[in-house]
């Protein structure tokens, strides 16, 4: 048996706390933030795990030469998604205390209807944007090292969770519209996008499954 130095195994990076300051806010006794900004929260550890993917990919020495790297592209495109996402869990906490300021003091009306608008479509944005991530993932599940792929199954999974949380927030602040062409409007987009979601989650979790055995 030949001998070597043994491979080296990276160190455990000490943390000073295991609680981020977003899940300290969502775990208190308080109505905000809520289930949209914890989709949206799950959408970002996903994309954590996509970055981590590309950049790893970055690193290989075959990618390092070529005069146009689809992998730069793609950790583009994932950093846009990331500052989206960020703005949409922000976004659906402010547009929660909109909405029950408005019903508090009585509004109603087209201020309280814009406001239940809000409440709706910062949920479905973040199912739409969710997508988006899903196709990222997709195409990195094509070309990544084997081994990565389960850091992209794991991104899938939440992905999937944040479709299907953001499609029932917005659907639970669907019904607080009164009027009925508004509502029903809403509805009928809601149905579209969480339905779509739902088969670009399907068509992902075959593929990832189909490379991976």
């Known amino acids: ?45 996903a994309l954590a795990l996509l970055e981590k993917v590309i950049r790893l990919e970055l690193q290989r020495p075959s990618q390092k030469t070529q005069p146009i ?6 950790l ?23 909405m029950a300021s408005r019903q508090v003091t009585g509004n109603t009306g087209a201020a309280l209807l814009a406001a239940i608008r809000e409440a709706v479509e910062v949920p479905l944005s973040i199912v739409r944007k969710a997508e988006e991530a899903l196709a990222l993932v997709s195409i990195a ?32 602040n669907l019904p607080l519209i009164k009027e009925t062409a508004p509502r029903e409007e809403l509805a009928a987009i809601l149905a579209q996008a969480c339905s ?18």
């Open 76 to 98: 583009a495109q994932t950093l846009r998604l990331k500052a989206e996402l960020l703005h949409l869990r922000v976004a659906d906490d402010q547009a929660y205390l909109t």
């Open 196 to 213: 779509q979601g739902q088969a670009t989650l399907l068509r992902v979790h075959q593929e990832l499954a189909a490379r991976g055995g």
């Open 1 to 45: 048996m030949a001998s070597g130095p043994a491979p080296s195994i990276p160190r455990p990076r000490r943390r000073n706390s295991m609680t981020s300051p977003f899940l300290s806010e969502l775990a208190k006794a308080q109505p905000n933030p809520g289930g949209g900004a914890a989709a949206a929260h799950g959408a970002l550890l």
């Open 69 to 74: 790297n689809p992998w730069q592209e793609r």
């Open 141 to 172: 599940s094509k070309k990544c090292r084997i081994h990565l792929l389960s850091d992209l199954r794991v991104a899938g999974e939440f992905l999937s969770a944040a479709i299907r949380g953001a499609c029932h927030i917005a659907r639970a």
